[in-house]
Nanobody, 121 residues
Framework: QVQLVESGGGLVQPGGSLRLSCAPSGRIFSIFDMGWYRQAPGKQRELVATHTRGSSTNYADSVKGRFTISRDNAKNTVYLQMNSLKPEDTAVYYC???????????????WGQGTLVTVSS
């Protein structure tokens, strides 16, 4: 079972920046796609950004030009750099990883516990 640990959320003023991090809590055999999703109060969870193992990235239109997803394969860590934050970016942010926990086991989708980002003055 793949378990993920997120960090980096918090309270920031509009126009500010935050960086989120996510990594497996234990050893892992292989990671494929990594990504970030968010869920605002009263809304459905939505994709923010994804990063394939082949270095392709994809962003929601609402964050293009402001957010950057990156990954450190040596550390099995994915990051989300969020700049020019807006109040509408307020949400719980979830890390998502498609990975193989041990050799021979099937790929599985894992989710982090979520980290709250609040953009407010």
């Amino acid at each position: 079972q793949v378990q993920l640990v997120e960090s980096g959320g918090g309270l920031v003023q509009p126009g500010g920046s935050l960086r989120l991090s996510c990594a497996p809590s234990g050893r892992i055999f292989s990671i494929f796609d990594m990504g970030w999703y968010r869920q605002a109060p009263g809304k459905q969870r939505e994709l923010v950004a994804t990063h394939t193992r082949g270095s392709s990235t994809n962003y929601a239109d609402s964050v293009k030009g402001r957010f950057t997803i990156s990954r450190d394969n040596a550390k099995n860590t994915v990051y989300l750099q969020m700049n020019s934050l807006k109040p509408e970016d307020t949400a719980v942010y979830y890390c998502n990883v498609r990975a193989v926990a041990t050799m021979g086991s099937p790929p599985q989708d894992a989710w982090g516990q979520g980290t709250l980002v609040t953009v407010s003055s």
